[in-house]
């Protein structure tokens, strides 16, 4: 397999996976908290908002 064959597979599994997160919904959480966190990367930035079940799992509901 060449290396760009392998680029063009991690872009469509990835882009798969993307949409899977940010097209969820959350019916089936009961969210009790949201968190939004930030992290920099470089000159990069990156906040994520966390949803906190009853049960304490978090839960990614989006990012930027």
Known sequence: MT????????KR?????LA???ERG????????LSLDGKTFGYDQ???DLGVT????K???GFV
């Open 46 to 48: 990156m906040v994520i």
């Open 26 to 33: 959350f019916s089936g959480y009961e969210l009790v908290a």
């Open 13 to 17: 599994a990835s882009a798969k996976n």
């Open 54 to 57: 009853i049960s304490r799992y």
């Open 3 to 10: 290396a760009s064959s392998l680029s063009r597979r991690f």
């Open 20 to 22: 899977e997160l940010t």
């Open 59 to 61: 839960v990614v509901s």
